[in-house]
């Protein structure tokens, strides 16, 4: 039985909590958060859990064997550090920290404590992502041409990182789990609305290898909310819709074949192929529960998970190139492998 302690309580603390008390081969043992009220609902919904307002009683309690974090960017570095460094477990939530630099440190010190670091990269866990990379690894889609999104609401604004770091970092770590290709380089504009607060708007263009591009549209400041993704492949397209109580990924039969015209073989021909649409069945399982569960299995036998410190370092170093893109109005910026 993996024993777990949660740090923070606020917006994704409560979903860790529960899943993690309902997980298999889980026990939450403690909740620590500085507000006095959420450690009040979290004794009202489950009794049985210990709470406190000081992490240091969390992460030096001999009772645990695992550690999540769910607290502002910023903090993720120091607790998951500091809960290392107590020999405990360690699961954070996106993004894994808040520079490339103190990814690597955390990894560092996790393989010399021999335990597991991962990050909540939660929607490669989704079945509709899974289905994604099933149908991509089959070949069904062909050759991949771009990965084009649109997640956009009205708030939350956070004041510590901008809408990039929020929202975009979702999408990169769904193409960090889809493609092989990993972006080279990456261009990003945006604007903040708000004054003296982190950018609300931003539209990422990356650069892959073998001529594959994405674009990324995030945005607080929107009056609906949409999360919507193309993904076009020279054989099929799909469209992710998740939003959709169902049918949240569809398969187009759709595309255009490219030939040498008979008459001129400098001029080339498009012709347009227009088929079926079909809505694969998507296993309906919340996504955290299996990441959760991923956890604690990969604990117990050592295997790596899905979205382990490798892949949120990749994220990070995007992010980091995004911003300082962003920052240069633009400018197109290589990142760093």
């Known amino acids: 039985m993996l024993r777990v302690g949660v740090i923070g309580y606020g917006y994704w603390g409560p979903n860790l909590v529960r899943n993690f008390h309902e997980a298999r081969g889980c026990q939450v043992r403690m909740v620590c958060d500085l507000s006095a009220d959420r450690l009040a609902q979290v ?15 969390l992460l030096n309690s001999p009772e645990l064997d695992a550690v999540a974090v769910a607290t502002p960017v910023s903090t993720h570095f120091p607790l998951a550090s500091a ?18 630099a103190h990814c690597r440190r955390l990894m560092d010190l ?16 989704t079945g509709a992502v899974m289905k994604i990379k099933e149908l991509i690894d089959s070949g069904a889609l062909g050759r991949i041409y771009y990965y084009d999104s649109t997640r956009i609401n009205l708030g ?16 990169l770590a769904i193409c960090d789990f889809l493609l092989k290709e990993k972006p080279v380089a990456v261009s990003a504009t945006g604007t903040a609305h708000v004054p003296n607060q982190p950018p609300n708007v931003a539209y990422l263009t990356l650069f892959f290898p073998n001529n594959i591009i994405g674009h990324i549209n995030v945005n607080w400041l929107a009056p609906v909310k949409i999360r919507q993704t193309l993904i076009s492949g020279s054989e099929k397209m799909v469209v992710y819709d998740d939003n959709q ?17 008979p008459e001129n ?33 990969c ?18 170093r995007v992010l980091e190139a995004a911003t300082r893109s962003l920052n240069a109005r633009g400018r197109l910026v290589h990142i760093r492998p």
């Open 110 to 125: 996790a393989e010399r404590k021999r335990r597991l670091l991962m990050v909540d990269h939660t929607f490669p866990y």
């Open 245 to 261: 109580p169902t049918e949240k990924v569809k398969v187009y039969d759709k595309g255009i074949t490219v030939k040498p015209s």
């Open 299 to 316: 604990v117990e036998t050592g295997r790596r998970p899905r979205t382990d410190a490798e892949s949120g370092l990749r994220v990070v």
């Open 83 to 100: 809960a290392l460094q107590a020999g405990k477990h360690v699961l954070v939530e996106k993004p894994l920290a808040d520079s490339s």
């Open 43 to 57: 004794k009202a919904r489950y009794p049985a859990v210990q709470v406190t307002r000081r992490c240091e009683e």
């Open 265 to 297: 073989i400098y001029r080339l021909r498009v012709s347009y192929r227009a088929g079926d649409m079909l809505a694969p069945q998507v296993d309906g399982t919340e996504a955290l529960r299996r990441l959760t569960e991923d956890f604690a299995e």
């Open 156 to 171: 939350l604004f956070q004041h510590d990182v901008s809408v990039i770091w929020d929202l975009a970092v979702h999408d």
